[in-house]
């Protein structure tokens, strides 16, 4: 599905610009020429992503920026002619993903936007049948409760919700979670196995045993 990208700028010749840039990315374009109307879209709904100049009539980004982020986590890029560490800074105190300081190349802006959506895309938790894995905050919760799960726990689900439909080998198990230099045997996967089982509860099932072989990860259809 084609983002939806607001473009937050009171110069018509720079929305148009950036507009033609974004929309051979395949993005849709929003604008906005002014903070007040940039909150009001954006409050509509059915935004993916805000650039938002700082320097702007009715409301400045600043302001923008901070009243998304008490009520939206959409991602922020900051276009500003304010380069001082200190104004960069305060963006990103804001709630700002990403802060460019003009002049700047509309190519580098339609890369950073590509950049950003894969980097949330990527980091994005992801569910099955109850049990969600976050891989930004680095979590996993069953119908809402955190598991209290080592590391070693976390990157073993890791591996095999990502192969998930997959059947995996002990072998395949043990060099990509403990990496190739590890000397220890096959049984390590099986515990590790059996002790994440244990605290995935009613969502063990989800980790399936292939006997003689190994292991698959398998949601419900």
Known sequence: MKKTILLVDDEPRMRKLLSDFLSRESYA????DNGQSALEIAAAGGIDLVIL??????????????????????????????????DQLLG?????????????SPRVLCARVNALFRRLESEAAT????????QSAHTVSSDGALLDLSPKEYDLLSFLAANSGRALS????LNQVWSYDYFGDLRTVDTHINR?????????????????FGYRFEVSK
């Open 29 to 32: 374009i929003v604008e906005a």
């Open 53 to 86: 100049d700082v320097m702007m009539p009715v409301h400045d980004g600043w302001t923008v920026c901070r009243e998304l982020r008490k009520k939206s986590t959409l991602p922020i890029i900051l276009l500003t002619a304010k380069g001082e560490e200190s």
């Open 92 to 104: 990103f105190e804001l709630g700002a993903d990403e802060y460019i300081t003009k002049p700047f």
């Open 127 to 134: 569910a099955y049948d109850g049990l969600v894995i976050d």
């Open 170 to 173: 002990r072998e395949q198990i």
């Open 196 to 212: 994440l089982r244990t605290k995935l509860g009613a969502h063990s099932t989800l980790i399936q045993t292939i006997r003689g």
